[in-house]
């Protein structure tokens, strides 16, 4: 079956620049999809172009089968939801939701009934005579998405929806948006270059740079098995150790790295002294005082605690290495007093499982 979107070898040139460089996506109904990189990536240009505001150099955009570059930007049975939220402040709440359904011609009716509905969807009832100024941030974003969803649109696009709220509101509000969002069952694009956002909210996520798709899926499979080494370092955080292919066996492979051995439980499919990178996140790595049990050379370093972080579940330690690298490890904080706790200066050893890290050969 057709997706519901489909965007198909879309490219977008500015003056001999490819903002959009043959992106082709396929986003089914009803799913959250997030655009994820950096300023500058191409993200927000393509989702102009979904609106209508800008028009492709080339390419095809369609949506549940028509062609959108046939229709107007305000004849398209989508909307945008900007990061601004644009709420008009001489208005109330109930007259900035009912403003576009006015604007259609709805009878009065009809419109008295759906902002009701979004009232009761976004829990704001009780604010319904207020005017912007006085809602808070949370609050004023909740009602910029009720005015989106009223006209009941196909698509629903969100232009980085959260950016203008604080750190701990905006973790609020993720939770709270996805329930709205999936309540309504709306198709919904939206773009951040937030990873926690895009993580928590998307079901799917492509990660965009210089214009291109570099990776499409799911939050735990692009953070767990990222395709290239921009994606693992743009992806959380990650140590990157650059090495080559010593040993490559179906069933796993050896990289010599200058610190370390690592064994991978896997094959590659590579030649053998190819340079490659091994990605290994903070938290999949162990570190004591010392040396690891388990026999063997492999998965596993000496160094020197240059620097912690205390984030109360958690401590990030620096380890220092011999090549002058360092190791970035995450520990968590189980328990509330440790006499061994290791401080700056101190030795101690990084050990990780062989499916603790991913190869990338690009």
Not at 121 to 134: D, E, M, N, S, Y
Not at 248 to 259: G, L, R, T, Y
Not at 269 to 291: D, F, N, S, W, Y
């Amino acid at each position: 079956m057709a997706a519901f979107l489909a965007i198909q070898d879309v490219v977008k040139d500015f003056s001999g620049v490819k903002a959009v460089n043959h992106v082709s996506l396929d986003i089914e109904r009803g799913e959250i999809f997030a655009l994820l990189g950096s300023s500058g990536c191409g993200k927000t240009t393509l989702l102009r172009m979904l609106a209508g505001f800008e028009t492709p150099s080339s390419g095809r955009i369609v949506l549940d089968g028509q062609d959108l570059a046939t229709m107007e930007p305000y004849s398209r049975p989508i909307n945008m939801m900007f990061q601004s939220y644009a709420l008009f402040p001489h208005l109330t709440v109930e007259d900035n939701i009912a403003f576009g359904l006015k604007r259609e011609g709805l009878p009065r009716e009809q419109i008295r009934q759906r902002v009701e509905d979004m009232l009761r969807l976004v829990q704001l009832g009780k604010f319904a005579q207020r005017k912007p100024h006085q809602l808070s941030g949370g609050q004023q974003q909740r009602v910029a998405l009720a005015r989106s969803l009223a006209k009941r649109p196909q698509l629903l696009l969100l232009d980085e929806p959260l950016g203008a709220l604080d750190k701990k509101l905006r973790e609020e509000t993720q939770i709270e948006l996805k329930r709205i969002v999936a309540d309504v069952g709306v198709t919904c694009v939206m773009v951040t270059h937030d990873q926690e956002e895009a993580m928590t909210m998307a079901s799917r996520i492509a990660v965009m740079s210089e214009g291109r798709i570099l990776q499409v899926g799911a939050p735990a499979e692009v953070y767990e098995t990222p395709a290239t080494r921009f994606v693992a370092d743009f992806i959380g955080n990650v140590n990157l150790m650059d090495g080559t292919l010593a040993v490559d066996e179906s069933d796993h492979c050896v990289i010599d790295c200058p610190d370390c051995r690592h064994y991978v439980g896997h094959g590659i499919t590579g030649t053998q002294g190819m340079p490659v990178a091994v990605a290994l996140r903070p938290e999949k790595i162990h570190l004591q005082r010392h040396a690891p049990a388990h026999e063997g050379e492999f998965n596993r370093a000496q160094g020197t605690v240059k620097a912690l972080s205390y984030f109360g579940s958690f401590t990030v330690y620096h380890l220092a290495l011999a090549s002058g690298a360092t190791l970035k490890i995450t520990a968590p904080n189980t328990q509330r007093h440790r006499d061994d706790e290791l401080q700056v200066g101190d030795t101690a050893w990084a050990h990780w499982a062989r499916n603790a890290h991913v190869v990338l050969t690009q």
